[in-house]
């Protein structure tokens, strides 16, 4: 039994399941990767999933995968390629194949290998028929052939489920297998299977039996001879849980509106990938939160922008498509001078484009999609776990400067996960929300000098805000609209001399934000670096990983990254000049190198990938080492910390 | 799956409103805005029915608020002394759904017009009907564009020539009561600019009920489409072209009997439809009495088909529908109310228990 088995221990492993839409792949991907984070290794994940709920069966458009990277230290990406596939029919063989690296092990269920099957797949012949012949297509993989639906279906007959039903269990086969291989802690799983199916126990007992079974399968079976150990990781103490961003940036919201004591509102239209979020929060209406699915993403900002207006925390999510068609909107809330917070999950574009797939080609959307001159304040988580923190920071923005912000998420933010150190509650920001309770001008008519009357564009001094008197409030009464303010008394003016400074002034008032944000944390181990990384978004992770492959390898590199879009930190031209050489990775043609140049002419070199997936860290390693050898006036060669075999491999930071 | 949400005992559309005990007058109402309509528009007339009519309302004038979208009529809000947004085209009902759902402390109003709330907001519109919230949307309809200089309007007759249809227009028009009791709107009423007991009766019955009271007022627009409503105003022809409409009163219009009191048309049921037949020929008991109360819509409905599509000689005024549905922002709030009595302790203690449940692990 066990004890012929051998164990290697590993420092971090990169798998990916995939198969069919419907074989319920990314849950498979979300149990493994929960019982990794209670096991303690730090991860991070990728589901990959097409825009149909049921895409055309068995072929390469319908497969669904998810990568989860596990390791016993701080890891940053979810790993550019994986050491282990594993393909529930021929299409998902297919798709992915060309992903892995030299040597990687591929557990393939036989059982979908039909002519029918390869055929959907574009297969002429069956690949698994020449495993180990001369002309193995697979020769430079180590193949697991199994008969996991046939072995499933065996495992659970005593159920008395349909062929088919049954056949449905393979995933949590699989997920037993591979929990048995890694070492994994079932617990997890069990209880979460006990509470899924708590109502069907045939079902239940059928994907017990199924993850049991792949459990016993893995150690019994000749098959696999090797088991992997990947200790714990070290991380910052705390308590931690395994959490996605758009979890995450649901709970900021949440956060929010304690932390500022306003009710939150959210007024929502679902759109891909940022419905999750209205999901969450209509959960939560103890917290005081109301949702409203609106008609249509204009009416969701609308009732934000209403509930703003008597006094909540206006929030509207959405993606790029949702954007523009808010846009309108948003300009009423600059001019209106209105909190709002406005989230988008960055989706593949433009139109609809990749509904399902990141991309992180709306900040220009976000900094310019208006007409008019329209500033609005734009905040950036850089990982799932971080969408929380974010979140926060931007109602912190919307409340106290009294002004839309908008939350630049993505796809893959929104999707992935990662272990999250718990915050504490009392720590996080106390939001004022300063209602304004009173008069706050001396009109001529004052008898005694004291203000009788109320401005509602009179600002403070110190944020350029405007005050916020909610309807309900004796003596305060207002009107606000679309049209221009005359400064101070809010009146419409059409006075060109107060137009220009009204315009000023609301570009003022963003760009004072600046002077409430820390300085820009500049990773730069060495301190002489010539070249900095600059990225924004959900690259943190691969331009972290890219950076840590060139100091492997023994060059210098400095890293930063931008949470605050608009306005930038105070410290960043500085920060930009003391390089030669600035590089910026995006997951877009060039938006935020272009925002970099315009405002600091600065020669920002752009690194730009659109595939609808995160940045991969070792090409961008060799980018970035090209730039080391151009500044340094040195030969780079980045060896096995770049592109080269064998170590294709997220490194650890060095110590 | 399907959850009873309960139904919340139906109130008056202002009952959760503050109310002020001491008298009040227009003049506290009128903001210190210069009005900016052209001479002569009928906006002025429903303007100053407006601040006449609100003090009647007894309510905390600070708990009052006016959204208006964009248009001649939207101008509104700036010359009430209340809270008011002046918003973006077509958009108001959604940004009142906002207000009236956050606050159940106010009372909400939408000042809209046929283009702004039939044309580019028309989603809004009939979607805050279906959905109930406690707002009273006033809707100016003067069957023309006005303030980009006199384009035909979602309310315009077939064949009308404007700037942008020379030839005609060949757009077929909405009838506005039609399309609220087509969405199931619980108040849908119509009156005139230019009859002022009229206009306040009505908006005292849309302020008073609980839900979206949907009022349709012809206002006339002297410069782009003066006359439209000619035959309702004429003395000479009003009493053939009005058809009153009053709860539990039978259907008459036209020249009065001096001694029934009755007109000597009448509608009568038919069918699916409404009939225009003379009094004279008619039972008494033929006569259709309007029943604003009717749960279905239906009969409300064929009255609305009386409305003349082209020159305007023949229409019903008054209230066609006035029933009682649970409004959209009381079943949120009392979900959202609800849930915070189910649970105990401090928001800071529940979301301390939020961020740490599910599997969490232990470091160092």
């Known amino acids: ?655 | 799956m399907s959850i009873d949400i309960g139904t919340p005992s139906l109130r008056s559309g202002t009952e959760l409103v503050p109310t002020f005990d001491g008298p009040q007058t227009g003049k506290e109402y009128t903001s210190d805005q210069e009005v900016r309509w052209c001479p002569g528009c009928g906006d002025y007339a429903v303007l100053k029915a407006v601040q006449s009519f609100l003090p009647d309302l007894g309510l905390r004038r600070e708990n009052i608020v006016f959204v208006s979208g964009i248009g001649c009529s939207s101008r509104f809000p700036y010359y009430l002394d209340t809270y008011g947004m002046h918003s973006i085209h077509g958009r108001a009902p959604s940004i009142a759904t906002g207000i009236a759902t956050a606050r159940e402390d106010l009372n909400v109003w939408v000042v809209t017009g046929d283009g702004d709330a039939l044309s580019i907001g028309g989603n809004h519109l009939i979607h805050a009907l279906r959905r109930n919230v406690n707002m009273t949307i006033l809707l100016f309809n003067n069957r023309i564009y006005g303030l980009t200089k006199g384009q035909y309007s979602p309310t315009s007759e077939v064949g009308k020539v404007t700037k942008t249809s020379p030839l005609g227009s060949l757009d077929h028009p909405f009838n506005p009561v039609s399309l609220a009791l087509g969405a199931e709107a619980t108040f849908v009423a119509r009156t005139i600019d230019s009859d002022r007991k009229h206009l306040t009766g009505v908006l005292a019955a849309a302020a008073a009920h609980r839900g979206t009271s949907f009022v349709e007022i012809y206002q006339n627009c002297p410069i782009f489409n003066d006359g439209a409503f000619d035959a309702i105003k004429d003395n000479e022809t009003k009493d053939h072209a009005i058809i009153p409409l009053v709860h539990g009163e039978p259907i008459t219009f036209g020249a009065k009997d001096a001694t029934t009191g009755m007109g000597d048309k009448a509608l009568v049921r038919t069918g699916g439809g409404v009939e225009v037949i003379d009094t004279a020929s008619a039972r008494v008991e033929q006569i259709l009495a309007h029943d604003a109360h009717d749960p279905d819509p239906s009969t409300a409905f064929a009255i609305s088909r009386l409305t003349a599509a082209d020159y305007l000689n023949r229409s019903p005024i008054g209230i066609f529908r006035q029933v009682e549905r649970p409004t959209y922002d009381d079943l949120a709030r009392a979900q959202v109310n609800d849930a915070k009595a189910s649970v105990d302790g401090t928001d800071t203690d529940r979301l301390t228990k939020l961020l740490n449940a599910g599997d969490t692990w232990n470091i160092g």
């Open chain 1, 1 to 655: 039994m066990s004890q012929t088995k051998q164990v290697k221990q590993l420092d971090r492993v990169i798998i990916r399941f995939a198969g069919d839409s419907g074989d319920g792949m990314q849950l498979t991907g979300d149990r493994f990767t929960q019982e990794s984070a209670v096991f303690g290794n730090d991860l991070v994940t990728l589901p990959n999933f097409p825009a149909e709920i049921r895409a055309p069966q068995g072929t390469l458009p319908g497969v669904s995968s998810f990568q989860v990277h596990f390791a016993d230290h701080d890891i940053l990406t979810a790993g550019d390629r994986p050491d282990v596939l594993v393909a529930m029919n021929p299409a998902a063989l297919k798709a992915n194949v060309g992903d892995l690296p030299k040597g990687a092990a591929i557990i393939v269920d036989t059982h979908d290998f039909t002519k029918r099957n390869l055929d959907k797949a574009g297969y002429a012949t069956n690949p698994l028929d020449f495993l180990g012949d001369a002309n193995d297509p697979l020769g430079e993989f180590q193949v697991h052939a199994v008969d996991l639906t046939g072995m499933t279906v065996e495992a659970v007959k005593e159920f008395g489920l349909s062929r088919k039903d049954a056949a449905r269990a393979k995933n949590m086969f699989a997920l037993g297998l591979l929990s048995w291989m890694y070492g994994r802690p079932t617990e997890p799983t069990t209880k979460f299977l006990e509470g899924k199916f708590k109502k069907s126990p045939d079902i239940l007992g059928a994907n017990l039996a199924a993850f049991t079974a792949g459990w016993n399968f893995g150690e019994t079976t000749e098959t696999f001879v090797v088991r992997y150990e990947i200790k714990p990781a070290v991380l910052p103490s705390g308590t931690y849980r395994n959490i996605t961003g758009n979890l995450a940036l649901s709970y900021g919201l949440i956060a929010a509106g304690v932390r500022s004591g306003l009710p939150v509102f959210l007024g929502s239209y679902p759109i891909t990938p940022a419905t999750d979020i209205l999901h969450e929060l209509a959960k939560h209406k103890s917290f005081g939160v109301t949702t409203l699915q609106a008609e249509d993403e204009i009416a969701g900002v609308g009732a934000a922008i209403g509930a703003s207006f008597a006094g909540s925390l206006g929030v509207t999510t959405t993606s790029g498509p949702g954007i523009a068609l808010k846009s309108e909107a948003i300009g009423l809330a600059v001019m209106t001078e209105l909190p709002l917070l406005v989230v988008d999950v960055q989706r593949g574009g433009p139109s609809t484009g990749l509904p399902t797939k990141t991309e992180q080609a709306d900040l220009m959307q976000a900094m310019y999609g208006r007409n008019g001159e329209a500033p609005v304040p734009i905040v950036a988580p850089q990982s799932p776990g971080d969408c929380f923190a974010a979140a926060v920071e931007a109602a912190r923005i919307a409340i106290t400067y009294r002004t839309p912000v908008l939350l630049l998420s993505d796809g893959y933010l929104a999707n992935g996960s990662e272990p999250w150190m718990i915050p504490s509650v009392d720590d996080l920001p106390v939001i004022e929300p300063n209602f304004a309770t009173g008069p706050n001008h001396v009109s001529a008519k004052s008898a005694d000098g004291e203000p009788d009357e109320f401005w509602p564009y009179l600002r403070d001094p110190e944020t350029l805000a405007r005050p916020w008197a909610i309807p309900g409030t004796a003596g305060l009464e207002h009107r606000i609209g679309g049209l221009e303010k005359g400064e101070g008394h809010g009146n419409i003016s059409y006075d060109p001399a107060n137009h220009d400074l009204m315009v000023r002034t609301r570009q003022a008032k963003i760009n004072a934000i600046a002077k409430s944000l820390p300085p820009l944390e500049v990773d730069d181990p060495s301190g002489e670096a010539k070249v900095l990384v600059i990225g924004w978004g959900s690259t943190y992770g691969p331009i972290g990983a890219a950076c840590r492959r060139v100091r492997r390898a023994g060059y210098h590199v400095a890293q930063t990254h931008l949470r605050h879009l608009n306005p930038f930190p105070q410290d960043l031209g500085a920060i930009l000049k003391g390089y030669d050489k600035v590089l910026v990775p995006e997951m877009n043609l060039g938006q935020l190198s272009k925002l970099l140049r315009a405002e600091y002419l600065v020669d920002a070199i752009g690194y730009n990938h659109v595939y609808g997936l995160p940045l991969k860290a070792a090409e961008l390693a060799e980018a970035i080492g090209q730039l080391v050898g151009q500044a340094e006036g040195i030969d780079v060669d980045l060896g096995e910390h770049g592109l080269n075999p064998p170590a294709d491999h997220e490194e650890a930071p060095l110590a």
